[in-house]
């Protein structure tokens, strides 16, 4: 079985603020969208491990996102919580196109 991805539009590549969350609602999922410093994108999930804080209103450091509940500080591009806290989140992979970016999801999987 081969699990295949669509790629869904989450925004302009020069209207995504730096260094602040977009949230962005996917059917039953809910992502957050980050530009970082250094141009990239990264598309997490929005709720931390811990007690279900919005990531998007996190504060940004590098490729991490600090939890806006408990300062729980996880790594956008694992998806990994720093130590010594414990957990994880989904991560996205982006797909940038000209200015449009695209988060690429999990859309079934395929008999092959």
């Not at 539009?9 to 980050?34: C, M, Q, S």
């Not at 491990?49 to 490729?63: D, F, I, N, R, T």
């Amino acid at each position: 079985m081969e699990q295949t991805n669509r790629k869904v539009f989450v925004g302009n590549y020069h209207e995504l603020p730096e260094r602040i969350g977009k949230t962005v609602i996917l059917e039953d999922k809910e992502l957050a969208i980050f530009k970082l410093a250094n141009g990239e994108v990264r598309a997490i999930e929005n709720r931390c491990p811990h007690k279900g804080g919005v990531l998007a209103e996190g504060m940004v450091s590098g490729e991490h996102v600090f939890c806006p509940l408990h300062d729980w500080k996880i790594n956008m591009k694992s998806g990994l919580v720093e130590a010594p806290d414990e957990g994880c989140v989904q991560t996205y992979e982006i797909l940038k196109e000209h200015d449009q970016v695209y988060v690429l999801v999990p859309a079934r999987v395929i008999n092959s």
